[in-house]
């Protein structure tokens, strides 16, 4: 095998025990402390130590494990599930593994850009509420959101305490209903250097970008956001069927 | 206003005009040909156009426009949508956008270490298939699959059309019945060297990564993917219910 294969197949492998150890670390397979020794994971992947540290670079490349000297590789900052199995606010997917706070970074109320008022099906010129808030996860920046509301379920949170409640659960005590359907985009996206800092991040990092339009249950599409979740403390779990809902 | 406060406040404007500007460009708002010119831009969105120059700039760095010199900024590559309603394979997903083929990188008979064992619910030592595939549509590089598959229902892909098929809807032939439901999981990760020179994708460019465990109607899991898609060709797109739909 040449030099050029033997690295493509080391890189290969080294891809496969990456993932399956993503899994169990973000799963918490591991009990809390160091990971097995690199000996006890190439005997468990049934691969070469030098795969299993080169599987282990790559995940301290995306931040999810680090290396202490003297203790070995260990978890460097734990990935949070948010569901996406229904329409969850951030505090309330996230319940069990700690507390969100939201920092009001902008609120004021604009004139909207066309692009706006169309998807919120509003008139042109039709004030809406803009809200930009930093997310924490006890204490650790998680998201940049970039909400747009419209004005008359918007404008109550002008007095609200938005730095520990979520806007969905605000939103629906003002309108009065539940929110319904929400239409969701989802990409992955480099951190332009601005949001890197915001964010902590490091320069470039993979951000998992959500555009999220959310309607109230009667119908009326009522707060359009776009969300920035740092890639390496967040994952989404749902389910799919292979057969549609609407076909069941 | 110092300068800090102005630099942040410009860039905290590029950010919203380029989230909106790259709705428009995803959902195909713009006719084919150049974006409309700097300052119709700042009309439409409210802005300067040295806002609107730098949310230009930083859907550049994402690869979603470019600049072509005397002719303006124009879209780079179309982002294609994929389906999050229901379990589809990727060529059944993006049928409307073209062709997908597969390009099989290995295909062989395996070992599987203990965590893919579990999750196909197989006996310690069982074999499983494991497959790995660059997948192309229309030509250009999409995603990069890692793929267990049990036994029974793998082995026969050894004489299938990989090329031109997707995995589902040979699996569903050989089970001789119906997927069923899929766990997911979505992250955003920045590409390792060896995996952007795959996807021929710039260094450290955010992926899509997505890991599947897909069943059989019957119930029992048969295809575990580990799957990483471009994050500048693909955004995921589907509904979310404030219900969840097993208590309607």
Not at 160 to 169: C, G, Q, S, Y
Request: include cysteine; hydrophobic fraction near 45%; aromatic fraction near 4%.
């Amino acid at each position: 095998m040449g030099h050029m294969a033997a690295a493509r197949r080391r890189a290969d492998r080294a891809r496969q025990v990456a993932d399956l150890l993503r899994r169990q670390i973000v799963h918490r397979h591991f009990a809390r402390g160091p990971l097995p020794p690199e000996a006890a994971l190439a005997h468990e992947f049934g691969a070469s130590r030098n795969t299993v540290r080169e599987a282990l670079r790559l995940l301290r490349e995306e931040g999810l494990v680090e290396r202490c000297p003297g203790v070995g590789t260990t978890v460097a900052a734990e990935k949070y599930p948010h569901g996406l199995h229904r329409l969850l606010g951030l505090a309330e997917t996230l319940h069990e593994h700690g507390e969100v706070t939201n920092q009001v970074r902008t609120m004021t109320l604009i004139e909207p850009p066309a692009a706006v008022s169309h998807r919120l099906g509003l008139a042109p010129g039709e004030p809406v509420v803009y809200l930009e808030r930093l997310r924490r996860l006890n204490g650790l920046p998680l998201s940049l959101d970039l909400t747009y509301l419209v004005r008359d379920v918007g404008e109550p949170l002008f007095d609200a305490d938005l730095e520990h409640n979520d806007i969905f659960v605000l939103l629906e005590r003002i309108a009065g209903q539940p929110l319904g359907v929400a239409e969701l985009t989802l990409e992955a996206v480099n951190a332009d250097p601005h949001t890197a800092a915001v964010l902590d991040a490091p320069r470039a990092a993979a951000l998992l970008m959500v555009e999220r339009l959310a309607h109230l249950a009667d119908g009326r599409p009522v707060d359009l956001e776009f969300i920035r979740f740092r890639g390496d403390r967040l994952t989404m779990r749902g389910h799919l069927s292979r057969i549609a809902e609407e076909d069941r």
